[in-house]
Each structure stands twice: as C-alpha cells, then as structure tokens.
C-alpha cells in the first residue's frame, strides 16, 4: 500500500514522525499520482489551507481512499 500524507508545512515535525513511524510498521510513503491512499493530516492549522483541502478534493474525486486523521496538540 503506498499512502500520500497530505498536511500544512506548518505540521512538518508531526509528519515526519508520522511517516517513520508508517515506514516501521511496512508502509510506503509515495507521491500522490502513485498513491492508494491519502492521509489528511486534519488540524486547526490546515482545515483553512486551501491547497491540503484540494488535496483531498483531488482524492475523493479519483477514486483514492481518504483517510483523515486529527491531529492537534
């Protein structure tokens, strides 16, 4: 399964954690063309952030599953 994690740059350090942490368990981590899956990192920063809410637009709209996750500290 290849997952695309969708998420502001503001979230960098919680994403990186997030992707080791997928690499660990088996997961790979792709560009959203190759992706199965989305994980939409969901957190008051990004829930304003256009481009990561087209993203998931993008996801739904293609036939990829969608997968949001709340994040918030």
Not at 16 to 36: E, H, I, N, V
Not at 50 to 67: C, D, F, I, M, Y
Request: aromatic share 6%.
């Amino acid at each position: 399964m290849h997952i695309y994690i969708s998420t502001a740059q503001e979230d960098s350090i919680f994403t990186s954690k997030l992707r080791a942490q997928l690499s660990l368990c088996g997961y790979d981590t792709a560009p959203l063309a190759s992706a199965t899956v989305v994980l939409g990192i969901l957190t008051p920063d990004n829930l304003s952030h256009t481009p990561t809410v087209q993203t998931w637009e993008h996801a739904l709209s293609t036939g990829k599953r969608l997968v949001l996750l709340w994040a918030n500290d």
